[in-house]
């Protein structure tokens, strides 16, 4: 569940202060609710009213009941926010922030992808844009993926994109028939398995745990593989005291907030840094959140008629994960193989 608490950290100086203060003002004037992947600098996770990964923050979305959406994430989630509720002013701070494995997919290569495999059911990495949403049957996150892929009958096949990591690695978890799209995210593919070994040496007691972006070699070694979620709900829980975490270090906040009596070591990627960013959410500023609401934009639009083709695969993973077997049986009977494109024209 993603935990709603009020604003924590103190602000690093004046500057933070009153940007702060001024985005906590505007969120009321405006009836907003700020929503912050667990990526965003400390201080943006902490002033959300929202936290979750993706598949949460898609599901708390479509629930807000306030007039503004207030996206501190990358833009495939603000987008997904709008898709799910239209009625709301969605917000991002930079529309500059993007995703690599969204940026690998485009919507005319998807669609190729897809026709030459008619016979192939489309499950979807939520990292993706609208387009690609709707040319796809069924969306999925990493915390729901494997549960989705069980529930689709075994004979049918399956294209999974737009990554391949956590492509390979439902596929050996489900023994399903996947053809993947060769997308990476860039953070973390980059994670090196020497220096983790290296960190493993150094803290023989520590566990290391993953997020099923990472490669299969990472994977292969982590003691616990999930979504940002899953990995935080597992500290909380796991009776070890130190982990090395692989994916990227904005989670780190979140886990020494909820675990404070242990610790965490970022694990570190094959360029010599000591932890991994990803610059497209870390475009979103303090600032930059504060602009967007004084402003009243950037503002997501969604024009209504892909609005509505991208609809219905995302709810179809809500339903698939939320319902009951009819709910399965239903959005199952809805999907027509082989595969017709009926959109007109090009993308
Ligand atoms: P989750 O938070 O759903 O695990 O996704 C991670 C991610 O890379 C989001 O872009
Ligand atoms: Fe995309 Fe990777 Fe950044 Fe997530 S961490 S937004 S998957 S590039």
């Not at 709900?233 to 692989?246: C, D, H, K, L, Q």
Request: negative net charge; aromatic residues 6%.
């Amino acid at each position: 569940m993603p935990e709603q608490t009020a604003y924590t950290s103190a602000p690093q100086s004046m500057d933070e202060l009153a940007l702060v203060r001024e985005i906590l003002r505007l969120k009321e004037e405006m009836n907003a609710v700020i929503l912050a992947h667990y990526y965003q600098d400390s201080i943006i996770q902490d002033i959300a009213d929202i936290r979750g990964d993706s598949y949460e923050l898609s599901r708390r979305a479509r629930e807000v009941d306030a007039d503004v959406i207030v996206f501190a994430g990358v833009h495939f989630m603000a987008e997904t926010a709008k898709i799910l509720n239209p009625g709301k002013t969605v917000l991002l701070p930079d529309l500059n922030a993007g995703c690599s494995l969204a940026e690998s997919a485009p919507a005319h290569l998807f669609r190729r992808f897809r026709a030459m495999h008619p016979d192939h059911l489309a499950v979807t990495y939520i990292n993706c844009t609208a387009e690609v949403k709707a040319l796809s049957d069924i969306i999925c996150t990493s915390s729901s993926a494997e549960a989705i892929l069980e529930k689709i009958p075994a004979d049918i096949p399956i294209l999974f994109s737009p990554d391949k990591n956590l492509g390979a690695y439902v596929r050996n978890k489900t023994g399903r028939q996947m053809l993947l799209w060769q997308g990476v995210c860039t953070v973390h593919e980059q994670f090196s398995e020497q220096r983790i070994q290296e960190l493993r040496e150094t803290w023989p007691d520590a566990e290391m745990i993953a997020h099923p972006e990472c490669e299969g070699a990472v994977l292969r070694s982590a003691d616990f593989i999930g979504s940002t979620s899953a990995m935080l709900r597992y500290v909380e829980e796991s009776p070890t005291r130190r982990f090395i975490v692989a994916t990227e270090a904005g989670i780190l906040h979140q886990m020494r907030k909820r675990a404070p009596g242990k610790e965490f070591h970022a694990a570190p990627p094959n360029n010599g840094c000591a932890c991994n960013v990803c610059d497209y959410m870390k475009v979103n500023t303090l600032e930059k959140l504060y602009l967007c609401m004084r402003d009243r934009g950037p503002e997501i639009i969604v024009p209504e008629d892909l609005r509505l083709r991208a609809l219905r695969p995302i709810e179809r993973m809500l339903e698939m994960t939320q319902g009951d077997k009819e709910a399965v049986h239903r959005v199952l009977g809805e999907i027509a193989l082989p595969y017709h494109d009926s959109v007109e024209g090009s993308i």
